[in-house]
């Protein structure tokens, strides 16, 4: 699987900060006023999750999964043409059609410094080559043996439901607070 690193740090520390504030809340004014307060942080958590947490490419030996911000992509690689980065992982299939991951490995600025060593060469290059050759590798190596199916795309339902919930408690949140009559 690849995320981003900043990812797993921007919702972990989106969750603490919430459920401070959440526990603050709780105690200076009461569950009530807290419950009337939660779906606004819960909302802004959810942004979090599915802006930066959400989008991710997996890859295994049936193809590769582009789980972008509420839409996700199953490509089997019997249907991948060419694997690419432009700013971000592109995976072309033979719709023609480029699928775009959104939350894959990333092509860095120019004058950003390489975190990894590539020893074969002697040189330091950057993780996002690494990672689109070691997606690429997996291509080559399973698209003649995997089983050849439909690219499926999707949304992705539990983010959208979640999203539902919040954006009703936001809703009923108003309602009892007054600001909606």
Known sequence: MFRAPSAVFALALGAVLAAVLLVDAALRAGVGEMLLIAPWLLLALWGVYALLFAPHVRVDADGIRIHNPLR?????????????????????????????????????????????RDDDRGRREPPAIRDLLLIREAWESARDTAPAGAVKRAWDVPSLISLAVLIVWVTISLFISGVLR
Do not use: C, K, N
């Open 72 to 116: 996700i992509a199953d490509i089997p690689w019997p249907r991948v043409v060419d694997i690419d980065m432009r700013w971000q992982l592109e995976v072309r299939t033979d719709e023609p059609r480029v699928s775009r991951a959104y939350g894959g490995p990333v092509a860095g600025r120019p004058g950003r410094p390489p975190l990894r």
